[in-house]
């Protein structure tokens, strides 16, 4: 088992910055990928950014903005938000997955990000 637990979240105004963070613990030796959600209230979840087994990956719309990084440990994984906007607003929720045996997936309680003046 895998827990999962995000911390940083908070309102900022439109071009601030925060720094997400994703606190594993348990079997973190058998989580191959790691990825930031977020899901804003009427949409869908959605993939912020990842990485793992293939490097880096950003939705469109983060570009440029945002950076998921990881400490050499692998116990945390961080998402650097700049020049965030009102759209960014959503909570954003840490995933791991672990393709060993019975493929599982791994989900964080989630954190609030809100972007407004």
């Known amino acids: 088992q895998v827990q999962l637990v995000e911390s940083g979240g908070g309102l900022v105004q439109p071009g601030g910055s925060l720094r997400l963070s994703c606190a594993a613990s348990?079997?973190?030796?058998?989580?191959?990928?790691m990825d930031w959600y977020r899901q804003a209230p009427g949409k869908e979840r959605e993939l912020v950014a990842n990485?793992?087994?293939?490097?880096?990956r950003y939705a469109d719309s983060v570009k440029g903005r945002f950076t998921i990084s990881r400490d050499n440990a692998k116990t945390t994984v961080y998402l650097q938000m700049n020049s965030l906007k009102s759209e960014d607003t959503a909570v954003y929720y840490c995933?791991?997955?672990?393709?060993?045996?019975?493929?599982?997936?791994?989900w964080g309680q989630g954190t609030q990000v809100t972007v407004s003046s």
């Open positions: 995933h791991g997955f672990s393709p060993l045996g019975t493929p599982r997936h791994y």
């Open positions: 348990g079997s973190i030796s058998s989580i191959a990928d």
């Open positions: 990485i793992g087994r293939t490097g880096y």
